[in-house]
């Protein structure tokens, strides 16, 4: 996702230590995902930060209405300029993670949260199972139109587990979790579907990096309502823990984008002058590409744990 609001402050700690004023009860959790403490201090205009833990969350209140910010235009033009347009693209990052996937787990059921279009799926059903879950119809019927692949458009937290034929030995969620309003009772589910050592994968931006911190409150990633939730490796390593995962690597994670979807998150997204995309537009080769690691983006790798060894939230 490549939005880039204004600002200007260091994410590294709270502008200001002026208490928010109480979220209403149905937004998101009123607790900390993260700690379980109700105690939030403004993080610029967009953001609230835990005082005691420093997990960073939206400051909305009003819980949006996630399915259908999804739907529609969402991959083609309001977030993504084309997201099928860029399959070579997604499919030479998606090829990367699931070689590093491979060297620990290469058979086995997979189960894949935030499908799209299958992209990932396609790759990962040469190995795997696989299972995914897309939000977006469109690109559900794509993905199983064209790669054949079993995707639910079901809420993945209401879906009955009987329906999915038991449990799974990876799961992945590429850039999903800052989407989501309430990642904790995703994991919890999650959790519920693996055993002890299956494997939890996932991407997501890194509010503690460098350029981050640096770009303050320009930070690309920081965008509400698409963007919910912001991590740190410490944050998210507790997170993950308080639903029975163990961090066994992170490390920073380079994407691959098509040169055209960098232009149009810069001036249209960025900017908000699609104008001046346009007049890029015709002059700009749909094949044309890089790969770039700006280490803001973590790939975390999870093993579920015994019960026994599990002691529960923090």
Known sequence: MANDPQGD???????SESPLAPVRSDAFSASCLVCGRYDFAACYDLLRRCRHCGFVTAALFDTPNLRSLYESDY???REYLDYRADEPFFRKTFRRRLQALCRRRSTGRLLEIGAAYGFFGDLAARH????????NTEAALYSREQFGLNVYTDDFLEINPARLDGSFDVTVMWDVLEHLARPDLFLHRIGQLSHPGSLLCLTTGDIGSVLARIRGRRWRMIHPPTHLHYFDRRTLTRLLANHGFRVVEVRSEG???SVRQVIHSIMALG????DLYRRFEKHLSASWGFTLNTFDIMFVVSEKVDKADHEGPC
């Open 9 to 15: 402050a260091d994410p590294g700690r709270a502008p």
């Open 75 to 77: 991959f083609t033009g």
């Open 128 to 135: 795997f199972a696989y299972v995914g879950f897309e939000v």
């Open 255 to 257: 994407t691959a984008r």
């Open 271 to 274: 900017l908000k002058r699609p």
